[in-house]
């Protein structure tokens, strides 16, 4: 059973900064690109930023130069700090990644519970 679990959210004013885990837990083998996306109330689930197990990472235009995308393979881990927090950046935040549990099985996509960030003074 693998599990994706988030942590590090809650509430924090406009101009702050939060720093978001997510560890993947259980039987894993390999953990390949991971992922941030946030869903705001009434709105889609959006791709926020992403980092490769080799560590190159990408944005969404909305979060770059404020947001930074880092993990931690040993630990199966990756993090998001959030910084220079705008109203517009509440949501619950996911993390998500493709896993394989065994060598020769193809990776099946994982996704945690979701964790809420609120920007507000």
């Known amino acids: 059973q693998v599990q994706l679990e988030e942590s590090g959210g809650g509430l924090v004013q406009p101009g702050g900064s939060l720093r978001l885990s997510c560890a993947a837990s259980?039987?894993?083998?390999?953990?390949?690109?991971m992922a941030w996306h946030c869903e705001a109330s009434g709105k889609q689930r959006e791709l926020v930023a992403t980092?490769?197990?080799?560590?190159?990472?990408n944005y969404a235009d909305s979060v770059k130069g404020r947001f930074t995308i880092t993990r931690d393979n040993a630990k199966n881990t990756v993090y998001l700090q959030m910084n220079s927090l705008k109203p517009e950046d509440t949501a619950v935040y996911y993390c998500?990644?493709?896993?394989?549990?065994?060598?020769?099985?193809?990776?099946?996509?994982?996704w945690g519970q979701g964790i809420q960030v609120t920007v507000s003074s």
């Open positions: 998500n990644a493709p896993i394989t549990i065994r060598p020769g099985t193809g990776a099946y996509d994982y």
């Open positions: 259980g039987s894993i083998f390999i953990v390949y690109t």
């Open positions: 980092i490769t197990r080799g560590g190159s990472s």
